[in-house]
C-alpha cells in the first residue's frame, strides 16, 4: 500500500483491521435491514451533513457520505436569493497515489496540506457518528452499544 494512503488511513484509524472493518457495513452485519442500501446511505448522509456545523441560511441542502470503500461524496445546494439555486457535488476517490477531488468542468485535484487534515477528520469524525447513531456500535471494536 502506498504510504501516503497508509499515512490516511493511520491518522483515521488505530489500525488496518479497524479500516477494513468500518470500511464496509455487511448487509447481514446492520441492524437497518429493512431498508435499501440507498436508504441506508441517505440516512448516513444525514448524519455526515451535521459534521460541518450549522447550514448557513443560504445552503438549502448538504449532504456528506461514504459511497464505497474508495469513494466520498459531498453535495451542497445554495439558494442565491432570487428563487433560483447552485449545486455542487464534489467527489473524493480514495487512490493510491492519494485523495482525488473531482469537482465539476473537469478540475482534477489531489488533497494536500490542510484541506487533506480538514477531510480525515471530516471521514473519521462520519466514522464515528455513523457507527454510534445509526449501527449504533462501537466505532473502536465494532461491537454493538
Known amino acids: 500500500m502506498p504510504r501516503l494512503l497508509k499515512k490516511v488511513r493511520g491518522l483515521v484509524f488505530a489500525d488496518d483491521s479497524d ?22 446511505i441517505q440516512l448516513e448522509s444525514e448524519i455526515g451533513a451535521t459534521i460541518f456545523g450549522e447550514k448557513p441560511a443560504h445552503v438549502t441542502r448538504r449532504e456528506f457520505f461514504n459511497l464505497d470503500k474508495d469513494t466520498w461524496i459531498w453535495y451542497e445546494e445554495v439558494s442565491d436569493g432570487k428563487g433560483g ?18 469537482q465539476p468542468n473537469y478540475q482534477y485535484t489531489y488533497l494536500e496540506g490542510a484541506e487533506l487534515q480538514n477531510f480525515i477528520l471530516a471521514t ?21 452499544l
Open 19 to 40: 479500516a477494513a472493518s468500518l470500511l464496509k457495513f455487511r448487509k447481514k452485519d446492520r441492524p437497518l435491514k429493512k431498508f435499501t442500501e440507498r436508504e441506508l
Open 85 to 102: 439555486r447552485q449545486e455542487l457535488t464534489t467527489r473524493y476517490e480514495i487512490q493510491a497515489k492519494g485523495i482525488l477531488k473531482i
Open 124 to 144: 473519521k469524525e462520519y466514522y464515528e457518528r455513523v457507527s454510534r447513531q445509526l449501527y449504533k456500535k462501537d466505532p473502536q471494536t465494532g461491537q454493538p
